[in-house]
């Protein structure tokens, strides 16, 4: 089973809404990635967790708060969102940083 | 310098050709090399992985991974109108835990 599950599957949300993220894996991997896709380009890396501790963080700006609860659980929270936000947001997990990525269906965010 | 380099195409085949994707990478270091396919509005999904120089084959798709030239492709064979789609090449190194995406070529399998 290589499954990433995210939810919501679409969110519109407005600049002063706080709304967060979900995505679950249950294939015992330790490393969880969120990233950001424009359309027509490639998946931008936002953070990495590590057996759930964050390990990288890409200069994101602070109205989004990433959160690990547990090895399982991978949450993104969204504050104060700008218009230029909105884009397909992506939740991958691997064994181990490095190792194959398996990419959940991703949310579409549209911030008005 | 990006460290994955695809040719973002289009790259058009008529249905039944072999589709031919290539990738060029600059870290030396780099261990493994991923191929995912992603349709349109879809997220990422895993094609192939290769470690080792020379070729791997799995169904109609063969990855082929030079080391000294630092280049990667990915082969399909008896192209299908469903294999239109963006294909995304991906380098990763254990060291510094780092994975990079290239930017994707947009593949048009042609009826």
């Known amino acids: 089973d290589t499954e990433v599950t995210q939810t919501p599957k679409h969110l519109v949300m407005g600049m002063t809404n706080k709304k967060s993220l979900k995505c679950e894996q249950h294939?015992?991997?330790?490393?969880m990635y969120w990233y950001k896709q424009k359309a027509k380009k490639p998946p931008e890396l936002m953070f990495v967790?590590?057996?759930?501790?964050?390990?990288i963080n890409e200069s994101v700006p602070s109205r989004f708060s990433p959160e690990c609860p547990n090895s399982s659980l991978l949450n993104l929270h969204l504050h104060a969102l700008q218009p230029e936000d909105s884009a397909l947001y992506l939740c991958a997990s691997s064994r181990a940083v490095a190792d194959t990525q398996y990419f959940g269906p991703g949310t579409r965010l549209t911030v008005l | 310098q990006k460290e994955v380099e695809q040719n973002s195409g289009p790259l058009s085949v008529p249905e039944g050709a072999i589709a031919s994707l290539n990738c060029t990478y600059s870290d030396r270091g780099s261990q493994s090399f991923f191929w995912y396919r992603q349709y349109s509005g879809k997220s990422p999904e895993l094609i192939m992985f290769i470690y080792s120089n020379g070729d791997k084959e799995d169904g109609r798709f063969t990855a082929q991974l030079n080391k000294a030239s630092q280049y990667v492709s990915l082969l399909i064979r008896d192209s299908q109108p469903s294999d239109s789609a963006t294909y995304l090449c991906?380098?990763?190194?254990?060291?510094?835990?780092?994975?990079?995406f290239g930017t994707g070529t947009s593949l048009t399998v042609i009826p």
């Open positions: 991906a380098s990763s190194r254990d060291t510094g835990n780092q994975f990079y």
């Open positions: 294939m015992g991997h330790r490393a």
């Open positions: 967790y590590s057996y759930e501790k964050l390990s």
